[in-house]
């Protein structure tokens, strides 16, 4: 009897396989389909001209876009090159081989269509249960820019603020007082930002490890006093008995994204497009959820 099974290196089939055929039945690519099938391309199809080579189909890149946030490969160029190798991405893609520029570009270019798929998918997983209306809770978290450091013994959060002589110490120890106050008004809301300056500065030897600038300043502005006011809120006995419910609701989700998925910084420049990878990577999540609830739905 033979101990192996046949070993076949050039081994032909008779019929093409289709990929979707290497797929698991509860995959998540499965579901990236029918989600993107559901939404409406159309705004995003308008920007493109008919006149030059035709070009790869929205709902592609979307998938692309969707899968790998979910698989936690942002970049353009991993993304481009699981488009040769992994199954599941070669089933989205549809056999097309995009590279890299075009995955980026399409990303960079379409925040806003891209932002507003986020608001569909919350309304799917509204119709499927996983949305109810309760507590809403408030949190936040630090997702360092482009090329950010910000493990920095310079960065700003190692300034300490003395509320009663108003002004910051360094972390060497030196004074920053107020020297210049103005307003800020962000469409949503207005406020005063005081700006403090180092009075030492010229003379520190670690100034170049702090600023590039003369002088470092620091800009503080009314909310600050209002997340100051929360915290003294939050520990309260009421505050502490709500605090605790985001340690299971609002705070798993940020350690997440950022300890299991290691998005600890962005990849693209610019407020309105960081606001969109930030959904992206909440598409991401709310995803998973949804396959997680199908997959064991009867």
Request: aromatic content about 10%; charged content about 30%; overall charge positive.
């Amino acid at each position: 009897m033979a101990k192996f099974k046949p070993y076949r290196i050039d081994q032909r089939m008779l019929l093409p396989p289709s990929l979707h055929d290497f797929i698991p039945a509860n995959h998540l690519a499965r579901l990236i389909v029918r989600v993107v099938e559901k939404l409406n391309t159309g705004a995003i199809e308008d920007t493109y001209s008919e006149l030059g080579q035709n070009t790869y189909h929205p709902r592609v890149l979307i998938k692309l876009l969707f899968y790998g946030y979910a698989a936690g490969e942002r970049s353009g160029r991993v993304i481009a090159r699981r488009c040769e190798t992994d199954t599941a991405y070669m089933s989205l893609a549809q056999m097309y081989r995009p590279d890299f520029r075009t995955i980026n570009d399409f990303r960079k270019n379409n925040t806003e269509g891209l932002s507003q798929y986020f608001v569909d998918i919350v309304r799917m997983c509204k119709e499927l249960g996983l949305v109810r209306i309760g507590q809403i809770n408030i949190d936040s978290t630090n997702i360092n820019r482009v090329a950010g450091r910000k493990l920095n013994k310079y960065h700003q959060d190692h300034f300490t603020y003395d509320k009663e002589r108003d002004e910051y110490r360094c972390p060497e120890g030196f004074r920053l007082r107020a020297y210049k106050v103005r307003r800020q008004d962000a469409g949503y809301g207005r406020w005063r930002q005081v700006i403090y300056k180092g009075l030492s500065c010229p003379s520190c030897g670690k100034r170049d490890l702090c600023t590039t600038q003369r002088y470092r300043t620091i800009a503080r502005d009314d909310r600050k006093e209002l997340l100051e006011e929360m915290r003294k809120r939050s520990e309260t006995p009421e505050g502490q008995k709500k605090y605790t419910k985001r340690l299971y609701t609002v705070e798993p989700i940020f350690g997440h994204l950022k300890h299991n998925l290691g998005y600890r910084h962005f990849l693209i420049r610019g407020l309105e497009k960081v606001r969109t990878e930030f959904k992206l990577m909440c598409i991401r999540y709310n995803l998973k959820k949804m396959n997680q609830l199908l997959a064991t739905t009867p």
